[in-house]
C-alpha cells in the first residue's frame, strides 16, 4: 500500500462547478499536510497547507481528518486556469520526508 | 525572485553511459530533496540532505544511483550505468530551514532534467 494515496481522475468539470478531492495516507504519525499544483510539463507549487483547523485561501478549501488519516480539497467555482495536477503531500512526524501522491487531474471544462 | 536552478534542461543518452543532474539550491536553505517523477509512479523520493549531510537515500538503487552536497550551493545526482527504466523527469527541491519542529515548510522546485535513455 502507498504511504499517501489519491484518486488518479480525470475530474472533468465545466467552469463555476464545486469539485473535491480526497487523499488518504498511511503513517498516523504524520504531522505537515499540504497540497500542491502541478501543470503540464512544469514543477509542483505549493498551493496550500493543510492545518488541523482547516483552512480556506479564496476558492479553495483544505480539511484534515486526523481520525479518518485524510485530507481534502474543495474548489468552488472552478476556473479553466484551475486545470491542473493536484498532488497531496504529507509530512512524517520526526522526518524531513516529503511523501507525494500521485495526484488527482483535474479538467475544467468552458 | 529566488528559484531552484537545475541542469540540464533535458538529456538523452544511451544505456550504460553515466548521468549526472545538477542542482543549485536557493541561497540560504538547508534541505535539499531529489525526486523522479514517472506517469506511473508519481513522485518518488530518492534522498534528501539537511545541511549537506545525507539523511535518507532509502528510495534510490543504490548500486547505480549516488546523490551527493560537494557545497552548499550544489548538489549532484549521478546515475551509472544509466538503464532505460530511469528514464523521468528528476526535480531538486530546497527547503528553508529544515528543522523538525517547525511545520508548515514550504518546498521550492527546480524546473527538472527531462531524462531519456535509450
Known amino acids: 500500500r502507498k504511504e499517501v494515496e489519491q484518486d488518479p481522475g480525470p475530474f472533468n468539470v465545466p467552469e463555476g462547478a464545486t469539485v473535491a478531492f480526497n487523499c488518504t495516507y498511511s503513517n498516523s504519525a504524520s504531522q505537515s499536510f499540504f497540497w500542491y499544483r502541478q501543470d503540464c510539463r512544469k514543477e509542483p507549487k505549493l498551493l496550500m497547507s493543510?492545518?488541523?483547523s482547516g483552512n480556506e485561501d479564496g476558492r479553495f478549501t483544505a480539511q484534515l481528518n486526523r481520525a479518518s488519516q485524510y485530507i481534502s480539497l474543495l474548489i468552488r467555482d472552478s476556473k479553466l486556469s484551475d486545470s491542473a495536477t493536484y498532488l497531496c503531500v504529507v509530512s512524517p512526524s520526526g522526518t524531513y520526508k516529503y511523501i507525494f501522491g500521485t495526484g488527482t487531474r483535474l479538467k475544467v471544462l468552458a | 525572485d529566488a528559484r531552484v536552478t537545475q541542469t540540464p534542461r533535458h538529456k538523452v543518452t544511451e544505456m550504460g553511459q553515466e548521468v549526472t543532474m545538477r542542482c543549485q539550491p536557493i541561497?540560504?536553505?538547508?534541505?535539499v530533496f531529489w525526486y523522479r517523477q514517472t506517469m506511473m509512479q508519481g513522485l518518488e523520493l530518492l534522498a534528501y540532505?539537511?545541511?549537506?549531510?545525507?539523511?535518507?537515500d532509502s528510495g534510490m538503487p543504490k548500486d547505480r544511483f549516488s546523490a551527493e552536497m560537494p557545497d552548499a550551493t550544489l548538489a549532484t545526482l549521478k546515475i551509472q550505468p544509466s538503464e532505460p527504466r530511469d528514464s523521468a523527469v528528476y526535480f531538486c527541491a530546497s527547503g528553508p530551514r529544515g528543522r523538525v519542529e517547525v511545520e508548515q515548510e514550504k518546498l521550492f522546485f527546480g524546473s527538472g532534467t527531462q531524462l531519456s535513455v535509450l
Open positions: 541561497l540560504g536553505h538547508n534541505t
Open positions: 540532505f539537511r545541511n549537506r549531510a545525507p539523511l535518507d
Open positions: 493543510v492545518y488541523s
